[in-house]
T-cell receptor
């Protein structure tokens, strides 16, 4: 079946540190991949996406590259800020997925950035 | 531009009482609509989704139900709340096409059943 696995958190970093949050997926065919961010007390917001192999999604200094050979979509940022503290979700969808075009989400990774 | 409204933002209800959470979307037509629940501030559980008026698919059999009386209105209900219904409820929509259009979430309702 289709699934997304994210690294366990929480991830705690100092301000200006480099961030990597690992995401790997299981899916047949060619899924589209997404990263969502959830700030405390809010709904999820789309952070970035990639729709085919080797695509790089980027937004707000965050980047992720769709690696089909390793079935991965790791999220990176060169210099995190306290305001980046949030929960990050990796997700996928496929054209052949069943009725409703549902997204499959990972469990989420909590990021805490200390000043 | 499209917007999604979800209310109320917070709700405290006694066990056994009814529930009605409402979600409306503006600026789009024929969206797919979804209700998620998030427990313990982490994982998302898809509860219901709808691809059209009156068309509801349930992902998890439980104490809740959903209805879509209008194209851009999605309602989550319960006749009698349980303690285990506490959580953060999120409504979301997406365009039907393309298939990989992103989900757009509301700001959620924090439900506490006492």
């Amino acid at each position: 079946g289709n699934s997304v696995t994210q690294m366990e958190g929480p991830v705690t970093l100092s301000e200006e540190a480099f961030l990597t949050i690992n995401c790997t997926y299981t899916a047949t065919g060619y899924p589209s991949l997404f990263w969502y961010v959830q700030y405390p007390g809010e709904g999820l917001q789309l952070l970035l996406k990639a729709t085919k192999a080797d695509d790089k999604g980027s937004n707000k200094g965050f980047e992720a590259t769709y690696r089909k050979e390793t079935t991965s979509f790791h999220l990176e940022k060169g210099s995190v800020q306290v305001s980046d503290s949030a929960v990050y979700f990796c997700a996928l969808t496929r054209k052949e997925m069943e009725y409703g075009n549902k997204l499959v989400f990972g469990a989420g990774t909590i990021l805490r950035v200390k000043s | 531009s499209q917007t999604i409204h979800q209310w109320p933002a917070t709700l405290v209800q006694p066990v056994g009482s009814p529930l009605s959470l409402e979600c409306t979307v503006e600026g789009t037509s024929n969206p797919n609509l979804y209700w998620y629940r998030q427990a313990a501030g982490r994982g998302l559980q898809l509860l219901f989704y709808s691809v059209g008026i009156g068309q509801i698919s349930s992902e998890v059999p439980q104490n809740l139900s959903a209805s879509r009386p209008q194209d851009r209105q999605f309602i989550l209900s319960s006749k009698k709340l349980l303690l285990s219904d506490s959580g953060f409820y999120l409504c979301a929509w997406r365009d039907r096409d393309p298939y990989n259009s992103p989900l757009h979430f509301g700001n959620g309702t924090r439900l506490t059943v006492t």
